[in-house]
């Protein structure tokens, strides 16, 4: 079984104290876990000083974008190294809200794509569907479009290059997620076409879900076998709930899946 996978995208909330909260927090109950694999992703103002409180510790800090230049005068964005040399490792590229609320194209997250691996960082690449494209029928269109323009000319030699997350927009803080045997068959739609492009590596690459989950809806969706982790959005944002679902992770990675 691939290792679990739960990372938190803080997105834009949390003052400075309240973030600092938030990660000690996470890190109290973490320690030095080994059976799953925790991410954080705090605002950008804040990774410094989140990653040097997690230094050590089996937490990976983030960043939520990258722009795809090595430097410049591209006011207000951040690049691969600032990330890296700030103490963050890994970077989430394509996620919804850059998609439609800034409008980034396939053909430049695909440059942010190769601009994080080639500087060293891990990019978590999302994909997913609107809820028109989703009740057209049009899913697997929309996903294929998103993976072949996102990930064009980009050459993974190790599925700890890069990981992959579905997330539903319909599903992504609406309340609403995906049945488990919705998302089950997406991902492993997902996963059979990286397997046409990247051949056996398919099988070791870990593909996260995304869009509402909570401690609810935790096991049920972890439990299904092409699922490797959760990317978290407003239940990151409470060390509680966060917390609750890596020990769900751990107790589902410890007993095995079902299927």
């Given amino acids: 079984m691939r290792k679990l996978l739960i990372a938190g995208n803080w997105k834009m909330f949390k003052t400075f104290d309240e973030a600092?909260?938030?990660a000690k927090n996470i890190e109290k109950f973490v320690r030095n876990e080994s059976v799953v694999d925790v991410a954080v992703f705090p605002p950008a103002t804040y990774i410094h000083v989140v990653s040097s409180l997690l230094k050590n510790r089996s937490i990976f800090v983030g960043a939520q974008n990258i722009y795809p230049e090595e430097e410049g005068a591209f006011t207000g964005e951040i690049s691969a190294k600032m990330v890296l040399t700030s103490g963050g490792s890994m970077t989430i590229l394509g996620h919804s809200e850059r998609r439609n609320v800034f409008g980034e194209p396939n053909d430049f997250i695909c440059k942010k794509v190769k601009k994080a691996m080639a500087t060293g960082l891990i990019p978590v690449l999302c994909i997913g569907e609107k809820l028109e494209e989703r009740e057209a029928g049009e899913t697997e269109s929309v996903l294929i479009g998103q993976l072949e323009g996102s990930l064009d000319g980009v050459k993974i030699d190790s599925p700890d290059e890069i990981v992959l997350a579905y997330e539903p927009v319909w599903a992504i803080g609406t309340g609403v997620n995906a049945t488990p045997e919705q998302a089950q068959a997406t991902q492993a739609f997902i996963r059979e076409w990286f397997r046409g492009r990247y051949?056996?590596?398919?099988?070791?690459?870990?593909?996260?879900?995304?869009?509402?989950v909570k401690p609810s809806n935790a096991e049920k969706l972890l439990s299904q076998a092409d699922i490797d982790g959760a990317l978290i959005g407003g239940a990151s944002?409470?060390?509680?709930?966060?917390?609750?679902?890596?020990?769900?992770?751990?107790?589902?990675?410890?007993e095995g899946k079902c299927q």
């Fill in 20 to 22: 600092i909260d938030l």
């Fill in 199 to 212: 051949g056996p590596m398919a099988d070791k690459i870990r593909i996260l879900y995304g869009g509402s």
């Fill in 237 to 254: 944002l409470s060390s509680e709930s966060f917390c609750e679902i890596i020990a769900i992770a751990k107790r589902i990675s410890i």
